[in-house]
């Protein structure tokens, strides 16, 4: 069957599409789901492994949810203590009436904590795909001396004037579908590139769904950015209080080579930087078990504790 990057999952009319094994072992381990009570209301969270291991808090992008990290968490829950959330407006969590920087970080504060991620004899590491980078590089600029490490993955800062309102910014109600198999046919990723895994699409898409009256519809608030001003979030690119790495997909549409440069010259010097190889912009849907290898290798040696970078 030949995948139409625009509708990526209609050619299975709502068929759940063959996995390799070592996906559907990593969906199977199932996280601990509970929810943090905030002050804007109720954050969705999974977490993975056991309470006093080092910890590991995971971001998703704008318009998608904790589940986008179901299939990578559990590569490093025999190590870590991980979790992983949806922002406000988002997946499981409630929408707000307006959205800013200042709330999304309280956000990673209440939830790290909850998840017992502060409770390790050594300090959580904070990772974050697309829109998540944002408020993580200003949890890392305001609150960097709590936690270990930042990882910016495939995050462009952009300068003002560049834009930067994601494709999920659609200022209108969404559209309810009468089926489930009508919702998951509309799926497809903003912004919009092929997926050659496409069970991982589905994974995620149905975890995007919610029921409703009268059929099923998005659960992201289709709202959220006309009432966030996300200001200019690049300033905190140079005022990290712990270290920062840079991980971006190497055919990225967001992440081109100009930004990469930009980026890196705000950054602190040494920062890590590298591509995925053979991946887009959503990473860890691309290339899974590369993204995993290469965070892995990351944090098995960096950041020092002692010395440049420490």
Same mark, same amino acid.
Request: no cysteine; hydrophobic share 50%.
């Given at each position: 069957?030949?995948?139409?990057?625009?509708?990526?999952?209609?050619?299975?009319?709502?068929?759940?599409?063959?996995?390799?094994?070592?996906?559907?072992?990593? =969906?199977?381990?199932?996280?601990?789901? !509970?929810? @943090?009570?905030?002050?804007?209301?109720?954050?969705?969270?999974?977490?993975?492994?056991?309470?006093?291991?080092?910890?590991?808090?995971?971001?998703?992008? !704008?318009?998608?949810?904790?589940?986008?990290? !179901?299939? =990578?968490?559990?590569?490093?829950?025999?190590?870590?203590?991980?979790?992983?959330?949806?922002?406000? #407006?988002?997946?499981?969590?409630?929408?707000?009436?307006?959205?800013?920087?200042?709330?999304?970080?309280?956000?990673?504060?209440?939830?790290?904590?909850?998840?017992?991620?502060?409770?390790?004899?050594?300090?959580? @590491?904070?990772?974050?795909?697309?829109?998540? #980078?944002?408020?993580?590089?200003?949890?890392?600029?305001?609150?960097?001396?709590?936690?270990?490490?930042?990882?910016? @993955?495939?995050?462009?800062?952009?300068?003002? #004037?560049?834009?930067?309102?994601?494709?999920?910014?659609i200022d209108r109600p969404h559209r309810v579908y009468p089926t489930l198999v009508e919702a998951l046919a509309r799926f497809r990723f903003a912004p919009t590139q092929g997926c050659a895994n496409l069970y991982v699409a589905d994974h995620i898409a149905r975890g995007s769904l919610v029921e409703v009256p009268g059929g099923w519809q998005w659960a992201f608030d289709p709202l959220l950015w006309s009432r966030f001003d996300i200001g200019e979030p690049r300033e905190v690119l140079r005022v990290p209080k712990c270290p920062v790495a840079l991980i971006w997909g190497d055919r990225s549409a967001l992440m081109t080579p100009a930004m990469v440069t930009r980026m890196r010259d705000m950054l602190p010097p040494g920062t890590p930087a590298f591509a995925v190889p053979d991946a887009d912009h959503h990473v860890m849907v691309d290339q899974p078990l590369a993204f995993v290898a290469g965070l892995r290798g990351l944090l098995s040696g960096w950041p020092q504790p002692t010395g440049v970078g420490a």
């Open positions: 069957m030949t995948e139409d990057v625009r509708a990526p999952l209609a050619q299975f009319a709502g068929a759940v599409p063959p996995a390799p094994a070592w996906f559907d072992a990593a =969906i199977a381990h199932a996280p601990e789901r !509970s929810i @943090v009570i905030g002050d804007g209301g109720p954050i969705e969270l999974l977490t993975w492994g056991d309470r006093g291991k080092p910890g590991l808090l995971l971001m998703h992008g !704008s318009g998608a949810h904790a589940g986008w990290w !179901s299939f =990578i968490a559990p590569f490093f829950a025999a190590d870590y203590r991980v979790a992983a959330f949806s922002w406000a #407006g988002m997946g499981g969590s409630a929408h707000r009436e307006r959205y800013d920087i200042g709330g999304f970080v309280a956000q990673i504060m209440d939830v790290a904590t909850t998840a017992g991620l502060f409770e390790a004899a050594t300090k959580p @590491v904070l990772v974050a795909h697309s829109f998540g #980078g944002y408020p993580m590089m200003a949890a890392a600029a305001r609150h960097g001396d709590r936690f270990k490490a930042a990882v910016i @993955v495939d995050t462009p800062f952009r300068a003002p #004037g560049e834009g930067g309102r994601p494709a999920t910014a």
